[in-house]
């Protein structure tokens, strides 16, 4: 809706320029023609008269006649006998049109209400009410009024609210927000492989939590069993977390039995249907990160070496690296992180310097501000 009206009102601005821009070279042309002598302009106005006069007998009908030359005809009429002189239209035709611009003058000259408020404050408004769909105009402006002390009436907030299909209620909550509501209980857990320079398969095993997208545990190794999964779960989520769901596939690793124990940890286990990665989307997606920025650039020797890679891209993950869906954000960001610059958007300062900190050998590497004494 906004995007067909921004484009409404391009086209008027538009036409109207095209109007102007005829309107005024109607004008230069009537300038240059005063400058000629009477004798040349009725001798002019006769050929063209001549030339009408073979358009009538041949019966062809003019192309429609745009705005500009409307105002131009109605203009010339104050100026001369008018009523011999037209051709192409008739006489009624002039009279409406002078009528018609007569009443838009009108109503230009008798418009009434009160004027627009501020476009910040429209863009306001409406971001407002597209980020919080339960509001409606009376939220709004006591929002308005009583945080940021802008004084508007709930009427003018609902004239530039975005308009709602008709017999539909008010907008509900969108899947984003739900999803960000019931994620602070939800971890979700997962198994990869790794092979080593000696072809020997080792499995990672990886924890992560949806809401802070923080990779809670990272572990590799070379047997599978329940009880060293368990133990894994209990490392990453120790008592009084407020994780409450669970969410594995239906790896064989993952029996009934270590059902139960995680049950006894006071989480729910969420079962990803049959072949449905995208179910358990969030943790297949950081073991998608690992691989694409870690392990296959790197060439693990051992179990000890592949545990002391994965655990330091985890650090990086969890510290160094920002991610989008936190708006940009960093999972678990120092506390020496700086929230704004200098005014200067574009500049650090001159009391600050860049520091880089690589990662992996050299394979990343983590920006940050210090003194530029150090």
């Known amino acids: 809706m906004e995007t067909s009206r921004r484009y409404g009102l391009l086209g008027q601005i538009g036409g109207l320029a095209h109007t102007s821009g005829r309107l005024l070279v109607d004008l230069l042309r009537f300038v240059a023609l005063c400058c000629r002598s009477g004798e040349s302009l009725a001798a002019e106005n006769l050929v063209l008269r001549k030339q009408l006069a073979f358009y009538q007998e041949r019966q062809i009908r003019p192309r429609r006649i745009d705005p500009a030359t409307r105002i131009t005809l109605v203009v010339l009429s104050k100026l001369c006998d008018w009523r011999s002189a037209l051709v192409i239209v008739q006489p009624a035709t002039l009279i409406r049109w002078h009528r018609m611009g007569f009443r838009l003058f009108w109503r230009w000259k008798s418009r009434s209400g009160r004027p627009e408020i501020p476009l910040e404050l429209r863009s306001l408004i409406r971001r407002m009410a597209i980020d919080n769909p339960r509001w409606g105009e009376e939220r709004i402006a006591n929002e308005l009024l009583l945080k940021l002390g802008i004084q508007v009436s709930p009427r003018t907030v609902r004239k530039y609210m975005p308009k709602r299909p008709d017999g539909k209620p008010r907008g509900d909550q969108r899947w ?30 990886v924890v992560i939590a949806h809401e802070t997208r923080r990779v809670l545990h990272v572990n590799v190794t070379a047997h599978t069993t329940a009880a060293w999964t368990l133990q894994q779960l209990r490392h990453a989520l120790p008592g009084g977390s407020n994780c409450r769901f669970l969410i594995h596939d239906r790896d064989a690793i993952f029996s009934a039995e270590l059902d139960r124990s995680i049950q006894n940890l006071g989480l729910r286990v969420l079962k990803t249907p049959y072949r449905a990665p995208q179910a358990n989307a969030v943790c297949e997606r950081v073991i998608g990160t690992m691989r694409r920025e870690c392990l296959d650039w790197l060439i693990p020797l051992s179990e000890s070496h592949l545990r002391g890679i994965v655990k330091e891209w985890a650090a990086h993950y969890n510290q160094g690296c920002p991610h989008m869906s936190l708006g940009p954000g960093v999972p678990d960001p120092p506390a020496d992180i700086p929230v704004l610059l200098q005014n200067d958007r574009h500049s650090v300062g001159e009391t600050l310097k860049v520091i880089a900190r690589s990662v992996l050998g050299g394979l990343h590497h983590e920006y940050s501000l210090a003194p530029s004494s150090l």
């Open 176 to 205: 984003s927000s739900f999803v960000r509501n019931h994620a602070k209980a939800i971890v979700a857990c997962d198994f990869c492989i790794a092979v080593t320079a000696t072809f020997r398969m080792l499995y990672i095993f």
